[in-house]
């Protein structure tokens, strides 16, 4: 399957099992403190068998593409973890994930499973928005010495600072689907008036700012 088709049907997953909801007039409310009209909770896709059984299938598919020497599958803790497990099964590779930082009790572990230096990993997560908590993984491998080839992600809202911040840590992103493809998917499905696509589109632009 190519991968505008990919990303139309994850979109369209996305929509059907209300893992996206889209209130332009009814804003939700970030930790960060920005105001949005989207909010995504991939984690429901794991609730549906034809939905979690494509979305493994496609990000399997798309690291034997772009990322076919992988020796590893890292989950990102929290919601990347049972999406790497599914993809490492898929792939038949071994799986570790990795905490924002390391525990304060026990071992004081950060990666979780076994993890050498010199080792290929891809680093899967279901969302990217800044690229800022994600990429904090990549370090933590990195330090450990393993060698990142990229990134795999279900969904991205395609922030231009996203974009920056992967290109200047060197990590090559692959996601399934994004913000345009939903948005289009969203008009065609009748989620989403008409007249409410320019203030949606008004909020990738500049979203810290988008409300006030």
């Known amino acids: 399957m190519d991968s505008s088709l990919i990303q139309k049907t994850v979109a369209q997953h996305l929509l ?56 590893v599958i890292a989950g990102v803790a929290t919601a990347g973890i049972p999406q790497g497990v599914l993809v490492a099964d898929v792939l038949n590779l071994p799986y570790c994930y990795v905490r924002p930082e390391p525990k304060a009790h026990g071992m004081g572990k950060q990666i979780e499973g076994h993890l050498s230096a010199g080792q290929r990993v891809v680093v899967i997560e279901d969302l990217i928005s800044t690229g800022g908590s994600s990429l904090k993984v990549v370090d933590a491998l990195r330090a450990a010495g393993a060698e990142v080839l990229g990134m ?49 589109a008004a909020w990738r632009q500049n979203p810290s700012e988008w409300g006030k």
């Open 16 to 71: 059907a099992v209300q893992a996206v909801r889209l209130r332009p007039a009814e804003p939700f409310t970030w930790s960060s403190g920005w105001k949005s009209p989207i909010y995504c909770d991939n984690r429901i896709t794991l609730a549906h068998p034809e939905v979690r059984s494509f979305i493994k299938n496609a990000l399997a598919q798309a690291i034997r593409q772009q990322f076919p020497t992988a020796d």
């Open 152 to 200: 795999a992600a279900i969904f991205t809202y395609g922030f231009p600072i996203a974009d920056q911040n992967f290109a200047n840590k060197g990590v090559p992103l692959v996601c399934l689907s994004n913000y345009d493809a939903l948005l289009k998917e969203a008009q065609a499905l009748d989620y989403i008036p008409a007249d409410a696509m320019e203030s949606l």
